[in-house]
T-cell receptor
Framework: SAVISQKPSRDICQRGTSLTIQCQVD?????MFWYRQQPGQSLTLIAT?????????ESGFVIDKFPISRPNLTFSTLTVSNMSPEDSSIYLC???????????FGPGTRLTVL | SQQGEEDPQALSIQEGENATMNCSYKTSINNLQWYRQNSGRGLVHLIL?????REKHSGRLRVTLDTSKKSSSLLITASRAADTASYFCATDPMNRDDKIIFGKGTRLHILP
């Protein structure tokens, strides 16, 4: 299994600002995933971040809005840029050894945009 | 879409009773996973069942998978107040590498 931590656990931000969320894993992993969970909704995959390559974004998500860094095999950041109230969500990072096995999730970052 | 659909959307039962949640999906999968989420916190992995498995147990949890019906069920026996949470199924489709897809979840409330 993997132990994942995220920072910050929650934040309240003003419209137009940006927030960078950090995800730290206790072991080296190839694939890291970023999800968004809007209030009362299920999880939606934002992007897949592999170390050493550009993140792959899902439909509806773009790099300018959600830039991702993956500097090494244990760490990643997701930035929510130029925030609006519609960005208020829980953002979760996740790791998995591959699509055939279990994915583990961080505790999430609860973001509120005023 | 491939997204799984949990049924029911919400469920309230008395403590000690069994809770059953269902998940349906649309295309062939490699595996299906169940997760629990307590009050907007991170997800906790419960069980992974592979496409060639029909049933798995873990403590008070029992998961079944019927690939012919493209459905799965999660049974929690002898429910406890601490089981109050949202439960999500997540499918790993055969035609989408490395991405699992979540259903909308079932909100389970255990009444004292």
């Amino acid at each position: 299994s993997a132990v994942i931590s995220q920072k910050p656990s929650r934040d309240i931000c003003q419209r137009g600002t940006s927030l960078t969320i950090q995800c730290q894993v206790d072991s080296q992993v190839t694939m890291m995933f970023w999800y968004r969970q809007q209030p009362g909704q299920s999880l939606t995959l934002i992007a897949t971040a592999n170390q050493g390559s550009e993140a792959t974004y899902e439909s509806g998500f773009v790099i300018d809005k959600f830039p991702i860094s993956r500097p090494n095999l244990t760490f990643s950041t997701l930035t929510v840029s130029n925030m609006s109230p519609e960005d208020s969500s829980i953002y979760l990072c996740s790791v998995g050894p591959g699509f055939t096995d279990t994915q583990y999730f961080g505790p999430g970052t609860r973001l509120t945009v005023l | 879409s491939q997204q799984g659909e949990e049924d029911p959307q919400a469920l309230s039962i008395q403590e000690g009773e069994n809770a059953t949640m269902n998940c349906s999906y649309k295309t062939s999968i490699n595996n299906l996973q169940w997760y629990r989420q307590n009050s907007g916190r991170g997800l906790v992995h419960l069980i992974l069942i592979r496409s060639n498995e029909r049933e798995k147990h873990s403590g008070r949890l029992r998961v079944t998978l019927d690939t012919s019906k493209k459905s799965s069920s999660l049974l929690i026996t002898a429910s406890r107040a601490a089981d109050t949470a949202s439960y999500f199924c997540a499918t790993d489709p055969m035609n989408r590498d490395d991405k699992i897809i979540f259903g909308k979840g079932t909100r389970l409330h255990i009444l004292p």
